[in-house]
């Protein structure tokens, strides 16, 4: 091994090679060669195993030796062929070529990964036509209907493909012009002679050299002519991929077979995935035989092991150029359409072998034996020059096509993915119409293409019907794989012809001849047997059959369609499926026992079967073909043109209806409940039978088989037959229809169920008529029709109208064409998305025995009408409607509705409902047979209105109605019974449809007597006794209104005075109760006796302050519901609240915590790099209940932990928990405070200069004491102790035990979430991070509501204002639980950046200390030091409005060091304000101190504009502190939104208006101060450029901006290449939306290591940018992802929506997307109001499968 390595740095060698060597010479000697071939093969022998070496190393060392191998690539290689190709310097020889060249008009532009495609709904040829995105853009297709979508890689843009578009086939940049060469003109003539001569043989020795190696199966030889000149003994082995084997399988393999460590066997696997290959190990053979040998007895236990190879290095280096020089060749194509020629023909130039001899042939019959990468290359190869040459195009179209079984069998025993297979190329070709049909004509392509289908699947029964009931995994695998060759066979037919030729129809039909075959097969596959006794013991495997049938839809489809557009091809394909129907029927075991019905006087011939009995089978497909093409018959005529040429007279009704009739009273009678014992599967068939993806080809067609059947037999024979497979034949014809009841294994329901599932039946046949053939109709009235039944359950989406719609091959539903007609469309909001609505006009076209309801459907559609119908003072019948006439081959059916099979029928129904006995009859049933009467009298009333007087009409319906029952029913006529039944008491529902049809008998009636008195037929009069009757109704319902609304009115009027009544019964109680209200009500007219009062009582801060703690707080716990008020020494309450780190505010988000434990956070950066927020959800317990309530979540956790329960929403080893009463995210709890007390007015308000004074000394004092404490010095002077101050006294704490812990409690949350530590009490800076969260959240609530226009009080809802309120009197309180001198210690160290202190080292500059968080922490530590003074001379409010006059000045110095002032020329005063002049004045001040580091300034008033809105954040923000820990009210002005702001918030604050007057006033006392702030070294340092500065007011953070068209951020996205794996596309692509930063998502190659365990790009980069929290936008899915933490996550809806307002996750529809404002605008508001944790908590407690997700993997 060691001899290996050291022969293995061949680098010093080459770079002397470099040197010496010339691409010209070493050209020059080729082309003097005698032996071509021989010289080039000779100097790739020399180099290319030199050059290509590369072993197993990993990270950078690997990224620099792929460096170096493509630089001596390309200098000792490349360099040469293009000289040679050329023959001049290859930079200026391409670029003349390039100029020379005249394109083609095909674009070609080859998919990567994810990029997005577009196809044009209206104008392309299928959709497989797509463009790429600036094609799309250049096009006139963007301003139709499109389709976009990502490409999954591999395919290529279509635009210049006339045969592609209908019409636009062009964009602007490819339109042909003049200089573009003609199609038929050959571009070689454009290159020059020698040039073709050098290419022709040059181009034949690089592709045949990289065929024979890509080729090449001999792992340690080599091609003769590139044998070594010495052999070593270096090896490699190769590890190859497969689909079988998991990342995890193969990384531990790894592991243990190359001893490498978990990220390098990553990397490894990832490559192995990404291309296919990876040596994995580097030395002698045997060492690499052993790792061989490990891997394969590692992986070969539960499959075949893991492919491994033992190769040479000469070998794997001459793969490695081989394809290089693919590559090479690839591009230089490119250049010239000549060349792509010569490529073209020495590829497809036959060799000696003769057949499959070619070079293209070799590759294409080695494809499944070459890994992923060569493949891919080669492919890439294919597409730019074969298929970018029309001529060759079609030479390689034919060697495909007559290799094309050969190709799908080793596609289908090989494991790869049909998109890494040469396969996948068919799409190419196939779906070119014209190469299709000639393929067709001369390779019998439909034919190869179903044969090749049906030999794949071998698995036959006894009758030779497929068998999939005993598939092995590995069959299934293979069936799985097989159908792609119906993906192949649906590109062949996509486009019917528009003109055939003999030979076509020849083929075609010879086409439809195997395609029959399959479908005979597939006849009656998969029969069930009805279970009788004992449930079934395992559920037969259905889905198999189903599979093949979806895939087998839209094939079955156009090949009717291509029947339709040929009469001749339509009699013959007619000809043939009738044969092939014969031929099933044959083979069937019954009829063998003939049976005679009779009923109302008419008998028929049948024979016995039972579909409760006998075999069924749901898979009928020969059947449903005849039935589609006697459709088309009778649509395009060819029925009544030629007669003569059709088997019309060989066809056997009662045998056409047989089969699709048992498949019918199957679904009965698995509705009926009589197939249970025979499981699920049954019921899934019987679902997917009706579903909108079989229906077309399966039910429907059912139906259509029934109606053709009924309109060629007497009607009443085929109710009969109907009667008799329905098992309902006794149940009409016994002569005492009561006997029914007595029969002793009938159950009755069941029964009953079958009746009104045959009666449904009856009216589907005669009433479905809206098929274009069946009815006089087109297409679009069919798909209207659908449309409008959708819409009656109720108002949809678009995409739930597009999902009940089926699909054409084309992927189209034609909705759009009349959605517009019938429905209104109302956008949605900011949630939810747009609806359809049907217009009321169409209500009309309503039927509730619309054929493709399901019984849930109609049973809402029903209740929707009803109630529409009664909104709008309508009876609520729902009649059927109107029925279009029927075409000539249908015309008969109508007679069913009229014959006496049916009479009878419905007169036995209604004399059950008139003599009603237990469960005899349903009222469903009775619906259907006035349904059924309604349709009769419809038709009628059609008829007469559509005839001239001389036509007899020989529907008459009414006649036969009136007359009374024959034997055996001997009841009365049907329209007697109607009479009867009409005010029967137990039908009130169908009164209403029971008077419509009486109605229609009698305008019938007048109609016929019309007619018969030789008056002409008008229909306006015949309407007058409906109108009549209509008006009757009206004024019924009217009086009915009526009598209700006086009824109301006298049920109030008792109501009030039973009211009076009780209030006279209890009058002193209601007096008292008065009269404290008035008392209330006058004290609050009453408090202010003066306005002058009010503007001095509205102040937060400062002696003059008004307190709140006059009035009490009551508040109730969730848990106990007892109530209490808050008090300093009761039991402890608290509030639950969710602690977290933020970045909302950041201004640099690149400084996070390195170290936490010596992370110093006493003065917080202007950058707000990191916070702490506290948010909560109002909700208050008392301590006690809590703790008990949080115990037993803890306790319920480990016993969950125990019963390998799946993960929960809250982590509670974090402290995690859920509010017990709105189960939001909460991690600790907050102690309620009392209110703090109002100030003592008698104490006299020291000034400015005094408090400082006392105060420098109160802290000397302290210094001096805490020295002594320390050092035990007492030697040094004593200082001055202000009177009254006593350093050793002990404040008494004001608070109960338990509140005290509650305040340590929600300290160390606090603790523990800002430093990410381990609790610890005892640590100095607990106090300061509980006064950090109290600033930053009051930070960025101002924030918040400044961006939102609020105004700063009275617009918080309810739970944020408890919050902050809570918060601050806590963060007021904290320092009662930590020793004292660690808080005066920290008040020491603030109150040293503030006025420079010489004992205090390490003091920040002022413009690295963020001021409101400067103040709070200052005002909060303030009371430790003042607790101490015991004089009571002072009062704690003079130290914090000095310490707010102090900060603000300082904030003021700040904004002025760091403001840019533009020049403005603004008209402004010569002479300036006040205010501008105390500006330029500090100012200049300043530019004392730091000379010409600060800018010139001559606009005063622009300075102090810049100084007003730079200090008007801290002000907002101070006045919410003040406001909420002194419990002050704020004034009016503050509000509302408007003038005078400014105003009263400075009053507010105890501050003069003219902020300046703060310096002016106090100018001897601050000038010092502001000196040495001014001379500290870091602030010229920073002014002079050594840092980033931060400007005030700071700008709001925002998501990034997204573009408006999706499409532009998907083609972003799929130029992303993952920055792990160098040139390999990211698989998921994914945006942060906070910085704008693109990440490879979901993958391996990507993974990081954050606290030891390892995740994904995603997750690690929200620690980064988030602290934790990360939104983010997966590119090519259209979802938002929000995580937080390792374990949190959801999925929430894109702000990108169609046009029809939906989101679009997945890209499953395709819709163009926008940018919808105000979606992203509620993301936003939700990430800047700190609102992700808690919807990201509500959506794992909906959905508990998002817990189980590995977020952090992401």
Same mark, same amino acid.
């Given at each position: 091994?060691?001899?290996?390595?050291?022969?293995?740095?061949?680098?010093?060698?080459?770079?002397?090679?470099?040197?010496?060597?010339?691409?010209?010479?070493?050209?020059?000697?080729?082309?003097?060669?005698?032996?071509?071939?021989?010289?080039?093969?000779?100097?790739?022998?020399?180099?290319?195993?030199?050059?290509?070496?590369?072993?197993?190393?990993?990270?950078? +060392?690997?990224?620099?030796?792929?460096?170096?191998?493509?630089?001596?690539?390309?200098?000792?290689?490349?360099?040469?062929?293009?000289?040679?190709?050329?023959?001049?310097?290859?930079?200026?020889?391409?670029?003349?070529?390039?100029?020379?060249?005249?394109?083609?008009?095909?674009?070609?532009?080859?998919?990567?990964?994810?990029?997005?495609?577009?196809?044009?709904?209206?104008?392309?040829?299928?959709?497989?036509?797509?463009?790429?995105?600036?094609?799309?853009?250049?096009?006139?297709?963007?301003?139709?209907?499109?389709?976009?979508?990502?490409?999954?890689?591999?395919?290529?843009?279509?635009?210049?493909?006339?045969?592609?578009?209908?019409?636009?086939?062009?964009?602007?940049?490819?339109?042909? #012009?003049?200089?573009?060469?003609?199609?038929?003109?050959?571009?070689?003539?454009?290159?020059?002679?020698?040039?073709?001569?050098?290419?022709?043989?040059?181009?034949?020795?690089?592709?045949?050299?990289?065929?024979?190696?890509?080729?090449?199966?001999?792992?340690?030889?080599?091609?003769?002519?590139?044998?070594?000149?010495?052999?070593?003994?270096?090896?490699?082995?190769?590890?190859?991929?497969?689909?079988?084997?998991?990342?995890?399988?193969?990384?531990?393999?790894?592991?243990?077979?190359?001893?490498?460590?978990?990220?390098?066997? /990553?990397?490894?696997?990832?490559?192995?995935?990404?291309?296919?290959?990876?040596?994995?190990?580097?030395?002698?053979?045997?060492?690499?035989?052993?790792?061989?040998?490990?891997?394969?007895?590692?992986?070969?236990?539960?499959?075949?092991?893991?492919?491994?190879?033992?190769?040479?290095?000469?070998?794997?280096?001459?793969?490695?150029?081989?394809?290089?020089?693919?590559?090479?060749?690839?591009?230089?194509?490119?250049?010239?359409?000549?060349?792509?020629?010569?490529?073209?023909?020495?590829?497809?130039?036959?060799?000696?072998?003769?057949?499959?001899?070619?070079?293209?042939?070799?590759?294409?019959?080695?494809?499944?034996?070459?890994?992923?990468?060569?493949?891919?290359?080669?492919?890439?190869?294919?597409?730019?020059?074969?298929?970018?040459?029309?001529?060759?195009?079609?030479?390689?179209?034919?060697?495909?096509?007559?290799?094309?079984?050969?190709?799908?069998?080793?596609?289908?025993?090989?494991?790869?993915?049909?998109?890494?297979?040469?396969?996948?190329?068919?799409?190419?070709?196939?779906?070119?119409?014209?190469?299709?049909?000639?393929? =067709?004509?001369?390779?019998?392509? /439909?034919?190869?293409?179903?044969?090749?289908?049906?030999?794949?699947?071998?698995?036959?029964?006894?009758?030779?019907?497929?068998?999939?009931?005993?598939?092995?995994?590995?069959?299934?695998?293979?069936?799985?794989?097989?159908?792609?060759?119906?993906?192949?066979?649906?590109?062949?037919?996509?486009?019917?012809?528009?003109?055939?030729?003999?030979?076509?129809?020849?083929?075609?039909?010879?086409?439809?001849?195997?395609?029959?075959?399959?479908?005979?097969?597939?006849?009656?596959?998969?029969?069930?047997?009805?279970?009788?006794?004992?449930?079934?013991?395992?559920?037969?495997? &259905?889905?198999?059959?189903?599979?093949?049938?979806?895939?087998?839809?839209?094939?079955?489809?156009?090949?009717?369609?291509?029947?339709?557009?040929?009469?001749?091809?339509?009699?013959?394909?007619?000809?043939?499926?009738?044969?092939?129907?014969?031929?099933?029927?044959?083979?069937?075991?019954?009829?063998?026992?003939?049976?005679?019905?009779?009923?109302?006087?008419?008998?028929?011939?049948?024979?016995?079967?039972?579909?409760?009995?006998?075999?069924?089978?749901?898979?009928?497909?020969?059947?449903?073909?005849?039935?589609?093409?006697?459709?088309?018959?009778?649509?395009?005529?060819?029925?009544?043109?030629?007669?003569?040429?059709?088997?019309?007279?060989?066809?056997?009704?009662?045998?056409?209806?047989?089969?699709?009739?048992?498949?019918?009273?199957?679904?009965?009678?698995?509705?009926?409940?009589?197939?249970?014992?025979?499981?699920?599967?049954?019921?899934?068939?019987?679902?997917?039978?009706?579903?909108?993806?079989?229906?077309?080809?399966?039910?429907?067609?059912?139906?259509? =088989?029934?109606?053709?059947?009924?309109?060629?037999?007497?009607?009443?024979?085929?109710?009969?037959?109907?009667? *008799?497979?329905?098992?309902?034949?006794?149940?009409? !014809?016994?002569?005492?229809?009561?006997?029914?009841?007595?029969?002793?294994?009938?159950?009755?329901?069941?029964?009953?169920?079958?009746?009104?599932?045959?009666?449904?039946?009856?009216?589907?046949?005669?009433?479905?008529?809206?098929?274009?053939?069946?009815?006089?109709?087109?297409?679009?009235?069919?798909?209207?029709?659908?449309?409008?039944?959708?819409?009656?359950?109720?108002?949809?989406?678009?995409?739930?109208?597009?999902?009940?719609?089926?699909?054409?091959?084309?992927?189209?539903?034609?909705?759009?064409?009349?959605?517009?007609?019938?429905?209104?469309?109302?956008?949605?909001?900011?949630?939810?998305?747009?609806?359809? @609505?049907?217009?009321?006009?169409?209500?009309?076209?309503?039927?509730?025995?619309?054929?493709?309801?399901?019984?849930?459907?109609? %049973?809402?559609?029903?209740?929707?009408?009803?109630?529409?119908?009664?909104?709008? #003072?309508?009876?609520?019948?729902?009649?059927?409607?109107?029925?279009?006439?029927?075409?000539?081959?249908?015309?008969?059916?109508?007679?069913?509705?009229?014959?006496?099979?049916?009479?009878?029928?419905?007169?036995?129904?209604?004399?059950?409902?008139?003599?009603?006995?237990?469960?005899?009859?349903? @009222?469903?049933?009775?619906?259907?047979?006035?349904?059924?009467?309604?349709?009769?009298?419809?038709?009628?009333?059609?008829?007469?209105?559509?005839?001239?007087?001389?036509? %007899?009409?020989?529907?008459?319906?009414?006649?036969?109605?009136?007359?009374?029952?024959?034997?055996? $029913?001997?009841?009365?006529?049907?329209?007697?019974?109607?009479?009867?039944?009409?005010?029967?008491?137990?039908?009130?529902?169908?009164?209403?449809?029971?008077?419509?049809?009486?109605?229609?008998?009698?305008?019938?009636?007048?109609?016929?007597?019309?007619?018969?008195?030789?008056?002409?037929?008008?229909?306006?009069?015949?309407?007058?006794?409906?109108?009549?009757?209509?008006?009757?109704?009206?004024?019924?319902?009217?009086?009915?209104?009526?009598?209700?609304?006086?009824?109301?009115?006298?049920?109030?009027?008792?109501?009030?005075?039973?009211?009076?009544?009780?209030?006279?019964?209890?009058?002193?109680?209601?007096?008292?109760?008065?009269?404290?209200?008035?008392?209330? =009500?006058?004290?609050?007219?009453?408090?202010?006796?003066?306005?002058?009062?009010?503007?001095?009582?509205?102040?937060?801060?400062?002696?003059?302050?008004?307190?709140?703690?006059?009035?009490?707080?009551?508040?109730?716990?969730?848990?106990?519901?007892?109530?209490?008020?808050?008090?300093?020494?009761?039991?402890?309450?608290?509030?639950?609240?969710?602690?977290?780190?933020?970045?909302?505010?950041?201004?640099?988000?690149?400084?996070?915590?390195?170290?936490?434990?010596?992370?110093?956070?006493?003065? =917080?950066?202007?950058?707000?790099?990191?916070?702490?927020?506290?948010?909560?959800?109002?909700?208050?317990?008392?301590?006690?209940?809590?703790?008990?309530?949080?115990?037993?979540?803890?306790?319920?956790?480990?016993?969950?932990?125990?019963?390998?329960? #799946?993960?929960?929403?809250?982590?509670?080893?974090?402290?995690?928990?859920?509010?017990?009463?709105?189960?939001?995210?909460?991690?600790?709890?907050?102690?309620?405070?009392?209110?703090?007390? !109002?100030?003592?007015?008698?104490?006299?308000?020291?000034?400015?200069?005094?408090?400082?004074?006392?105060?420098?000394?109160?802290?000397?004092?302290?210094?001096?004491?805490?020295?002594?404490?320390?050092?035990?010095?007492?030697?040094?002077?004593?200082?001055?102790?202000?009177?009254?101050?006593?350093?050793?006294?002990?404040?008494?704490?004001?608070?109960?035990?338990?509140?005290?812990?509650?305040? %340590?409690?929600?300290?160390?949350?606090?603790?523990?979430?800002?430093?990410?530590?381990?609790?610890?009490?005892?640590?100095?800076?607990?106090?300061?991070?509980?006064?950090?969260?109290?600033?930053? %959240?009051?930070?960025?609530?101002?924030?918040?509501? /400044?961006?939102?226009?609020?105004?700063?009080?009275? $617009?918080?809802?309810?739970?944020?204002?408890?919050?902050?309120?809570?918060?601050?009197?806590?963060?007021?309180?904290?320092?009662?639980?930590?020793?004292?001198?660690?808080?005066?210690?920290?008040?020491?160290?603030?109150?040293?950046?503030?006025?420079?202190?010489?004992?205090?080292?390490?003091?920040?500059?002022?413009?690295?200390?963020?001021?409101?968080?400067?103040?709070?922490?200052?005002?909060?530590?303030?009371?430790?030091?003042?607790?101490?003074?015991?004089?009571?001379?002072?009062?704690?409010?003079?130290?914090?409005?000095?310490?707010?006059?102090?900060?603000?000045?300082?904030?003021?110095?700040?904004?002025?060091?760091? !403001?840019?002032?533009?020049?403005?020329?603004?008209?402004?005063?010569?002479?300036?304000?006040?205010?501008?002049?105390?500006?330029?004045?500090?100012?200049?001040?300043?530019?004392?101190?730091?000379?010409?580091?600060?800018?010139?300034?001559?606009?005063?008033?622009?300075?102090?504009?810049?100084?007003?809105?730079?200090?008007?954040?801290?002000?907002?923000?101070?006045?919410?502190?003040?406001?909420?820990?002194?419990?002050?009210?704020?004034?009016?002005?503050?509000?509302?939104?408007?003038?005078?702001? &400014?105003?009263?918030?400075?009053?507010?604050?105890?501050?003069?208006?003219?902020?300046?007057?703060?310096?002016?006033?106090?100018?001897?006392?601050?000038?010092?101060?502001?000196?040495?702030?001014?001379?500290?070294?870091?602030?010229?340092?920073?002014?002079?450029?050594?840092?980033?500065?931060?400007?005030?007011?700071?700008?709001?953070?925002?998501?990034?901006?997204?573009?408006?068209?999706? !499409?532009?951020?998907?083609?972003?996205? *799929?130029?992303?290449?993952?920055?792990?794996?160098?040139?390999?596309?990211?698989?998921?692509?994914?945006?942060?939306?906070?910085?704008?930063?693109?990440?490879?998502?979901?993958?391996?190659?990507?993974?990081?290591?954050?606290?030891?365990?390892?995740?994904?790009?995603?997750?690690?980069?929200?620690?980064?940018?988030?602290?934790?929290?990360?939104?983010?936008?997966?590119?090519?899915?259209?979802?938002?992802?929000?995580?937080?933490?390792?374990?949190?996550?959801?999925?929430?809806?894109?702000?990108?929506?169609?046009?029809?307002?939906?989101?679009?996750?997945?890209?499953?529809?395709?819709?163009?997307?926008?940018?919808?404002?105000?979606?992203?605008?509620?993301?936003?508001?939700? &990430?800047?109001?700190?609102?992700?944790? +808690?919807?990201?908590?509500?959506?794992?407690?909906?959905?508990?499968?998002?817990?189980?997700?590995? &977020?952090?993997?992401?």
């Amino acid at each position: 091994m060691a001899v290996a390595e050291a022969k293995r740095d061949p680098s010093s060698a080459l770079c002397s090679e470099f040197l010496n060597f010339s691409a010209k010479d070493t050209a020059s000697r080729w082309l003097a060669a005698a032996d071509l071939q021989q010289e080039v093969y000779c100097h790739l022998a020399v180099y290319v195993p030199r050059i290509f070496c590369l072993g197993p190393c990993g990270g950078r +060392e690997e990224q620099r030796e792929e460096q170096r191998e493509e630089l001596a690539c390309q200098l000792l290689l490349l360099a040469p062929f293009e000289w040679f190709l050329l023959g001049e310097e290859p930079a200026a020889g391409l670029a003349l070529l390039q100029e020379n060249n005249r394109p083609s008009a095909l674009c070609g532009h080859v998919f990567k990964v994810g990029e997005p495609t577009y196809s044009c709904r209206e104008c392309a040829a299928d959709p497989t036509c797509v463009l790429c995105m600036q094609c799309f853009l250049g096009s006139v297709h963007k301003e139709h209907r499109y389709r976009m979508t990502t490409s999954g890689g591999g395919g290529f843009c279509d635009c210049g493909d006339a045969e592609a578009w209908k019409t636009g086939p062009y964009c602007q940049k490819h339109t042909p #012009g003049d200089e573009s060469c003609d199609a038929q003109e050959d571009p070689i003539t454009q290159l020059p002679a020698d040039m073709v001569g050098r290419a022709l043989s040059f181009f034949f020795i690089i592709l045949k050299y990289a065929v024979d190696l890509l080729t090449w199966e001999h792992e340690d030889l080599l091609p003769t002519g590139l044998e070594p000149l010495e052999r070593e003994d270096t090896y490699y082995c190769m590890l190859f991929n497969d689909e079988v084997h998991t990342y995890e399988q193969v990384i531990y393999t790894l592991q243990k077979a190359v001893n490498c460590s978990h990220k390098e066997a /990553m990397s490894f696997a990832t490559t192995v995935d990404r291309d296919g290959r990876k040596s994995v190990r580097y030395g002698d053979l045997q060492f690499c035989e052993q790792a061989k040998s490990v891997i394969v007895r590692n992986t070969s236990r539960q499959s075949k092991p893991l492919r491994v190879q033992v190769m040479h290095s000469s070998v794997v280096a001459h793969q490695c150029f081989a394809l290089k020089a693919l590559s090479w060749l690839g591009q230089i194509i490119q250049y010239s359409d000549g060349l792509r020629r010569i490529l073209c023909q020495v590829g497809l130039q036959k060799g000696l072998e003769g057949e499959n001899s070619s070079l293209v042939d070799q590759l294409m019959l080695s494809d499944s034996k070459m890994w992923k990468g060569a493949r891919n290359i080669y492919h890439q190869l294919l597409m730019n020059s074969l298929l970018m040459d029309l001529k060759y195009k079609k030479i390689f179209a034919i060697q495909f096509a007559k290799n094309y079984e050969r190709l799908q069998s080793d596609y289908v025993k090989d494991d790869h993915d049909r998109e890494f297979s040469i396969t996948d190329l068919s799409v190419q070709m196939f779906t070119v119409p014209s190469l299709a049909r000639m393929l =067709m004509v001369e390779e019998n392509l /439909m034919t190869t293409i179903i044969r090749t289908f049906v030999d794949h699947l071998r698995h036959r029964d006894l009758q030779g019907r497929f068998q999939f009931d005993r598939y092995t995994a590995q069959q299934a695998f293979k069936f799985g794989r097989v159908q792609s060759l119906i993906g192949d066979l649906k590109y062949v037919l996509i486009s019917p012809p528009s003109e055939w030729s003999d030979q076509l129809r020849l083929k075609f039909l010879e086409g439809f001849d195997a395609f029959l075959e399959l479908l005979k097969c597939m006849q009656g596959m998969d029969p069930v047997v009805r279970q009788v006794g004992q449930h079934i013991e395992m559920e037969p495997e &259905w889905e198999a059959a189903f599979t093949l049938q979806m895939k087998l839809t839209n094939i079955i489809s156009m090949i009717q369609e291509w029947c339709s557009t040929d009469e001749c091809v339509l009699i013959e394909a007619y000809k043939k499926c009738l044969s092939a129907l014969s031929h099933c029927h044959s083979r069937l075991p019954d009829g063998e026992q003939p049976i005679s019905l009779s009923l109302a006087g008419h008998s028929v011939e049948t024979f016995r079967y039972q579909v409760s009995q006998d075999k069924v089978s749901i898979h009928l497909p020969v059947c449903r073909l005849l039935a589609g093409l006697h459709v088309l018959l009778s649509k395009t005529e060819v029925a009544s043109r030629f007669p003569e040429q059709l088997p019309l007279g060989e066809l056997s009704p009662p045998l056409l209806i047989e089969l699709p009739l048992r498949c019918l009273v199957l679904c009965a009678q698995v509705h009926a409940g009589m197939w249970r014992r025979n499981g699920f599967s049954l019921i899934n068939q019987i679902y997917y039978y009706h579903n909108v993806k079989c229906r077309v080809e399966m039910f429907d067609k059912d139906i259509i =088989m029934l109606q053709a059947g009924a309109s060629m037999m007497d009607p009443n024979h085929f109710l009969m037959i109907v009667l *008799s497979r329905f098992e309902l034949f006794h149940v009409f !014809s016994t002569a005492d229809i009561r006997k029914r009841y007595r029969e002793a294994n009938k159950d009755l329901v069941q029964q009953n169920t079958l009746i009104e599932e045959m009666l449904h039946l009856i009216i589907m046949v005669v009433g479905e008529r809206y098929v274009a053939g069946v009815g006089q109709v087109e297409p679009c009235d069919e798909v209207r029709r659908e449309i409008i039944h959708q819409l009656s359950i109720r108002p949809m989406a678009h995409s739930e109208l597009v999902k009940a719609l089926p699909e054409n091959g084309n992927k189209e539903t034609g909705l759009e064409r009349v959605i517009d007609s019938v429905a209104s469309f109302k956008k949605p909001g900011v949630t939810g998305r747009g609806l359809y @609505e049907l217009r009321p006009e169409w209500s009309k076209h309503f039927n509730l025995y619309f054929h493709h309801y399901s019984r849930a459907d109609q %049973t809402k559609a029903e209740e929707a009408q009803r109630k529409l119908r009664r909104q709008n #003072g309508e009876d609520t019948a729902l009649p059927p409607p109107s029925p279009p006439p029927l075409r000539p081959l249908f015309g008969s059916l109508v007679n069913l509705l009229q014959c006496d099979v049916l009479l009878a029928i419905e007169g036995a129904v209604l004399q059950w409902a008139v003599e009603p006995s237990g469960g005899s009859w349903t @009222e469903s049933m009775l619906q259907r047979v006035l349904h059924l009467v309604g349709m009769a009298l419809l038709e009628e009333q059609q008829q007469l209105e559509n005839s001239s007087g001389d036509d %007899t009409v020989t529907f008459n319906y009414t006649c036969k109605i009136i007359r009374p029952g024959e034997a055996p $029913s001997t009841s009365g006529s049907v329209l007697a019974l109607l009479e009867s039944l009409q005010n029967a008491p137990h039908l009130e529902v169908h009164k209403d449809m029971i008077t419509w049809i009486l109605k229609v008998v009698s305008n019938i009636k007048m109609m016929r007597e019309r007619t018969s008195s030789a008056s002409t037929v008008t229909v306006s009069p015949g309407r007058g006794p409906e109108e009549t009757v209509r008006d009757k109704d009206k004024a019924e319902r009217k009086r009915k209104a009526e009598m209700a609304r006086l009824r109301r009115e006298k049920i109030m009027a008792q109501m009030s005075e039973m009211q009076k009544h009780f209030i006279n019964e209890n009058k002193e109680l209601f007096q008292q109760s008065m009269e404290e209200l008035e008392v209330s =009500m006058s004290a609050a007219d009453h408090s202010p006796p003066s306005t002058e009062f009010t503007c001095m009582s509205q102040v937060c801060v400062g002696p003059r302050r008004v307190g709140g703690a006059e009035h009490r707080q009551l508040v109730t716990c969730i848990l106990c519901q007892e109530e209490q008020e808050v008090r300093g020494h009761s039991r402890a309450m608290v509030l639950a609240a969710f602690v977290q780190r933020s970045t909302v505010l950041s201004k640099n988000r690149c400084r996070n915590l390195s170290n936490p434990d010596h992370h110093e956070p006493l003065f =917080m950066h202007p950058e707000l790099s990191l916070g702490i927020h506290t948010a909560s959800c109002g909700h208050i317990m008392h301590a006690t209940c809590w703790q008990r309530y949080f115990e037993a979540v803890q306790l319920k956790e480990q016993r969950r932990q125990q019963r390998l329960r #799946g993960h929960t929403s809250y982590d509670v080893e974090n402290g995690e928990f859920l509010c017990p009463l709105c189960e939001c995210l909460s991690n600790t709890v907050i102690p309620l405070l009392p209110l703090a007390p !109002s100030p003592d007015r008698s104490v006299a308000h020291p000034s400015l200069e005094a408090w400082l004074k006392t105060t420098i000394e109160q802290i000397a004092a302290l210094h001096s004491a805490h020295r002594k404490q320390f050092d035990g010095a007492a030697d040094e002077a004593e200082p001055v102790v202000p009177e009254g101050f006593q350093i050793d006294f002990t404040p008494q704490n004001p608070f109960s035990s338990s509140i005290s812990e509650m305040i %340590t409690t929600f300290s160390l949350s606090t603790y523990n979430v800002g430093l990410k530590v381990n609790p610890n009490e005892q640590d100095p800076r607990v106090p300061v991070l509980s006064w950090s969260t109290c600033a930053y %959240t009051i930070q960025s609530i101002e924030c918040l509501l /400044m961006d939102e226009e609020k105004p700063l009080f009275g $617009s918080l809802p309810c739970r944020q204002d408890d919050c902050l309120s809570s918060l601050t009197r806590f963060s007021s309180a904290c320092w009662t639980t930590v020793p004292l001198n660690t808080v005066q210690t920290h008040f020491i160290r603030l109150f040293s950046a503030l006025v420079p202190d010489t004992q205090v080292e390490n003091t920040p500059s002022i413009l690295d200390v963020d001021m409101f968080h400067l103040l709070v922490y200052a005002v909060l530590s303030y009371t430790s030091v003042h607790c101490l003074d015991q004089s009571g001379c002072s009062v704690v409010d003079s130290g914090h409005l000095h310490l707010l006059h102090l900060v603000t000045v300082a904030h003021l110095i700040q904004i002025l060091l760091t !403001s840019t002032t533009e020049e403005v020329c603004m008209d402004q005063d010569i002479g300036g304000s006040e205010e501008e002049e105390l500006t330029c004045q500090l100012y200049s001040t300043l530019k004392k101190y730091l000379g010409s580091v600060l800018p010139e300034v001559s606009s005063g008033w622009q300075l102090y504009r810049s100084l007003k809105a730079g200090v008007l954040p801290f002000l907002r923000a101070t006045a919410l502190f003040f406001h909420y820990l002194n419990s002050t009210t704020p004034p009016a002005e503050l509000l509302v939104t408007g003038p005078g702001q &400014w105003e009263a918030l400075c009053s507010y604050l105890s501050l003069p208006s003219n902020l300046l007057l703060l310096h002016h006033n106090q100018q001897t006392l601050l000038e010092p101060l502001i000196h040495r702030w001014c001379c500290h070294p870091s602030v010229r340092q920073m002014l002079q450029g050594g840092g980033a500065i931060i400007r005030f007011p700071r700008e709001s953070n925002r998501l990034i901006e997204l573009p408006e068209d999706y !499409s532009v951020l998907i083609n972003q996205a *799929s130029s992303f290449t993952c920055p792990r794996s160098g040139r390999d596309k990211s698989r998921a692509p994914t945006l942060c939306l906070v910085c704008g930063c693109m990440l490879c998502s979901h993958s391996y190659c990507c993974r990081t290591e954050v606290d030891g365990e390892d995740v994904g790009a995603c997750t690690a980069h929200s620690f980064t940018c988030g602290a934790g929290l990360g939104l983010f936008f997966r590119v090519r899915e259209s979802q938002v992802l929000f995580v937080a933490g390792k374990t949190k996550g959801c999925l929430y809806p894109p702000p990108y929506l169609d046009d029809y307002g939906e989101t679009d996750q997945g890209l499953k529809r395709g819709n163009p997307l926008h940018l919808c404002a105000e979606r992203y605008r509620k993301i936003e508001r939700l &990430w800047r109001q700190h609102g992700i944790t +808690e919807i990201i908590g509500h959506a794992q407690e909906a959905n508990q499968t998002l817990v189980t997700i590995n &977020w952090q993997h992401l």
